[in-house]
């Protein structure tokens, strides 16, 4: 998809390429852009439990947690991060990008709700999972990531988390 662009690689492409038949394809992946979001979704999980086993109250262990997921998503697959540069390009692929974001971002209001004793939906959880997903978003589309470079993308992401949780933490 990134050499022939998105709309020139057909499902049956995909799927002859993996050694599937198209119902295989389908029960797996639901659609074309579930090839480009699954991998994203499992990243979300392994957030959520990189969240979850950190115990940690403060935004470090959040931040943490992030980086932890991250670095197990990018070092999962050749392509983890070129997923990325497709996001923006086809409107199929920016149709399902709020449902998958907004997932993203609740694994981390959730967390610090608890911590807080408040709700996942009030104003400080949000906003800190709102920077905090922002900053991911930030570093991910960064021109300046490249493939060969896995290391420099996790010590970016891990400096720019660190910079905005320090403004973050009288929040809490």
């Known amino acids: 998809m990134l050499r022939d662009g998105y709309e020139s690689v057909s499902v049956d492409a995909i799927a002859t390429a993996a050694g599937i038949g198209r119902t295989t394809f389908f029960r797996y992946f639901g659609s074309k852009p579930g090839v480009i979001w699954a991998p994203f979704d499992a990243t979300i999980e392994s957030l959520r439990s990189a969240v979850d086993t950190s115990g940690a109250a403060d935004l470090d262990g959040i931040r943490t947690a992030i980086v932890s997921s991250t670095r197990a998503a990018v070092y999962s ?53 709102g920077a905090c997903q922002s ?26 988390l660190n910079e905005v949780c320090g403004a973050l933490r009288s929040l809490l």
């Open 77 to 129: 697959s050749e392509v983890w991060l070129e997923r990325f540069q497709l996001l923006d390009t086809h409107p199929a692929l920016r149709a399902d990008a709020y449902e998958h974001w907004e997932r993203w971002k609740r694994v981390i209001a959730e967390r610090i709700a608890h911590d807080e004793q408040s709700e996942s939906g009030d104003a400080i959880p949000m906003a800190v999972a």
């Open 135 to 160: 900053v991911f978003v930030a570093e991910l589309r960064n021109p300046q990531n490249r493939v060969d470079d896995r290391e420099a993308v996790l010590e970016r992401l891990d400096a720019s």
